[in-house]
T-cell receptor, first 113, second 113 residues
Framework: EDKVVQSPLSLVVHEGDTVTLNCSYE??????LLWYKQEKKAPTFLFML????IEKKSGRLSSILDKKELFSILNITATQTGDSAVYLC?????????????FGEGTQLTVNP | DGGITQSPKYLFRKEGQNVTLSCEQN?????MYWYRQDPGQGLRLIYY???????QKGDIAEGYSVSREKKESFPLTVTSAQKNPTAFYLC????????????FGPGTRLTVL
């Protein structure tokens, strides 16, 4: 059964801290891994990773994929209260009827001032 | 503006009634998806469509039905057969089923009384 597991499920930090969110997966026909940020409504796209060892970076956020060990991490440096959200990891895989995503449960990040 | 719209934002229905959730996109995307999100959980795939007049079941299709008569529209009907329909419903689209980056609508929160 295809599976995506995120950890921790919940995290509370202070502004300025650095956080690392984890995502491990077991899927057949892997195509890519995606990170989304969800603030009480529609998830917004952060990164898509397809190759191992290549870091993707956007401001204070960065992410990397390890296809051998089947996991990805999302790093947020110098956290701000606006980073408070649920961070979702999703894995894209191909099945006979098409390509689709399977999501993890998400990590609820709370950044306190 | 290009994007995905869902209506209504909030929906209340009595138990035993069928209800249809609207999803429209003007991004000229071929693929569209319906997800369900329960409190503290990730997204679970209900149905997806790669092209007009074609759709496939996702992981939790029982009690739901869809149609894809137009490229822009992918309505979801929650039938009385769905045992626990109260949830947050998200619609998404992607350029095609080979492109894994999905864009999400604002969601519909359905409450069945």
């Amino acid at each position: 059964e295809d599976k995506v597991v995120q950890s921790p499920l919940s995290l509370v930090v202070h502004e300025g801290d650095t956080v690392t969110l984890n995502c491990s997966y077991e899927v057949t026909n892997f195509r890519s891994l995606l990170w989304y940020k969800q603030e009480k409504k529609a998830p917004t796209f952060l990164f898509m990773l397809t190759s191992s060892g290549i870091e993707k970076k956007s401001g204070r956020l960065s992410s990397i994929l390890d296809k051998k060990e089947l996991f990805s991490i999302l790093n947020i440096t110098a956290t701000q209260t606006g980073d408070s959200a649920v961070y979702l990891c999703a894995v894209a895989f191909r099945e006979t009827s098409g390509s689709r995503l399977t999501f993890g449960e998400g990590t609820q990040l709370t950044v306190n001032p | 503006d290009g994007g995905i719209t869902q209506s209504p934002k909030y929906l209340f229905r009595k138990e035993g009634q069928n209800v249809t959730l609207s999803c429209e996109q003007n991004l000229n995307h071929d693929a569209m998806y319906w997800y369900r999100q329960d409190p503290g959980q990730g997204l679970r795939l209900i149905y997806y469509s790669q092209i007009v007049n074609d759709f496939q079941k996702g992981d939790i299709a029982e009690g739901y039905s869809v149609s894809r008569e137009k490229k822009e529209s992918f309505p979801l009907t929650v039938t009385s057969a769905q045992k626990n329909p109260t949830a947050f419903y998200l619609c998404a689209s992607s350029i095609n089923s080979l492109n894994n980056e999905q864009f999400f609508g604002p969601g519909t929160r359905l409450t069945v009384l």
